[in-house]
């Protein structure tokens, strides 16, 4: 499998200068975590709430599901749920720039960021088994109606959650993630022959994804300017997969991500009946994920509005300013209840 630029047969790191560089990301992630991007000549009040974002943990069917909240409790919800192989990590710039008018919640699934990775054994992980935790994190919190931010795992997670509970679902911020086959191009390609066959060499074939220089690819494709990306960004997402049996947990996330399919035609449907406001900040320049995944949106939704930037996969890490401006245009535009 191979993916524009870059060699597929990707050697591993040797371990001690893995662990190094990864330790020194923990601590300038700490860092960098508390101090949003700020546009040139733009008031830093004018982008960015003083609301504190806390980081809290709920135990869901006996595991630890981590959370970042931030924003008045009494405010409208916006559930942020993040995509493959980051965490609510990828939100922790946009938060503060939404806490100041919504309430904000941001999750990592199993086996992501600082949620629990039970053993395999004991824990399916398919995108069911990560909608139902979500679903009952909503509940455990007592939020019935809520947004959602969408993006490329958090996308099938998401629309998901929209089939239990349609009623729900107020708006859509869709970024990069799909419900349509006309989204699954050619980087799908050796995906769906695992699909198709579930060997050990076509499982194999996919390891590349999981190792350094394959995430680092991720965040940097499509990118015109990449001093605009920090660094720590896929050095900290490493470090999560780098965990003994993590790989695994991802390559059982490839093969689950079949199941998703054949609920595009539900997913449609979703959109059809109940019509949530839909924004889609789509970056226009993603090969997992490109644009011919954002148009068909405009088929089943009346209230959609589309911009496709001129970035990659991850364009909150290049266009996070932009993006949190029309958020704030849109939902303002469409309010929903509190």
């Known amino acids: 499998m191979k993916y524009p630029e870059q060699n597929p047969m990707i050697p591993s790191r040797r371990r001690s200068s ?3 560089a990864l330790c020194t990301a923990t601590l300038l992630t700490l860092t960098f975590a508390v101090a949003p991007l700020r546009a040139a000549g733009t008031p830093e009040a004018s982008i960015v709430s003083d609301q504190p974002v806390r980081y809290q943990t709920a135990k869901l069917s006996g595991l630890d599901i981590f959370y970042r909240e931030a924003g008045p409790k009494d405010a409208p919800t916006i559930l942020l749920l993040h995509g493959f192989p980051t965490s609510s990590n ?7 720039r939404l806490a100041a008018t919504y309430h904000v919640v941001a999750p990592d699934y199993p086996g992501y960021g600082q949620s629990s990775m039970p053993d395999r054994k004991d824990f399916a992980y398919t995108f069911e088994n990560c909608a139902k935790l979500m679903d009952q994190l909503m509940d455990r919190l007592g939020i019935q109606r809520y947004s959602m931010y969408v993006m490329d795992y958090g996308a099938p997670i998401g629309y998901r959650l929209a089939l239990m509970h349609p009623e729900r679902v107020q708006a859509l911020i869709i970024q990069n993630g799909n419900a349509y086959d006309e989204g699954l191009l050619e980087f799908w390609d050796p995906i769906k022959k695992y699909w ?4 050990p060499a076509n499982r194999q074939a996919l390891h590349f994804l999981v190792e350094p220089k394959a995430t680092k ?8 300017d990449l001093s605009l990306l920090d660094p720590t960004t896929w050095a900290l ?6 965990r003994p049996g993590n790989d695994e947990v991802q390559l059982d996330m490839f093969y689950d991500y079949r199941t998703n399919v054949p609920l595009y035609p539900a997913f449609q449907a979703f959109f059809r009946k109940y019509q949530p406001p839909t924004l889609i900040v789509w970056g226009k320049n993603d090969y ?5 995944g954002a148009a068909p949106y405009k088929r089943d939704l009346k209230t959609v509005e589309t911009h496709l930037l001129d970035t990659g996969h991850f364009a909150l890490e290049t266009h996070g300013i932009e ?10 535009a469409h ?3 509190r």
Do not use: C
């Open 196 to 199: 198709k066959e579930a060997s």
């Open 335 to 337: 309010p929903p209840a």
């Open 323 to 332: 993006m949190a401006t029309l958020i704030k245009k849109f939902l303002k």
């Open 90 to 96: 990828m939100f922790r710039h946009l938060i503060p």
């Open 237 to 242: 997402d490493q470090l999560g997969m780098d």
């Open 217 to 224: 690819w991720q965040y940097e494709n499509g990118v015109s």
């Open 18 to 20: 893995r662990l190094l």
């Open 288 to 292: 997992i994920f490109p644009p011919a």
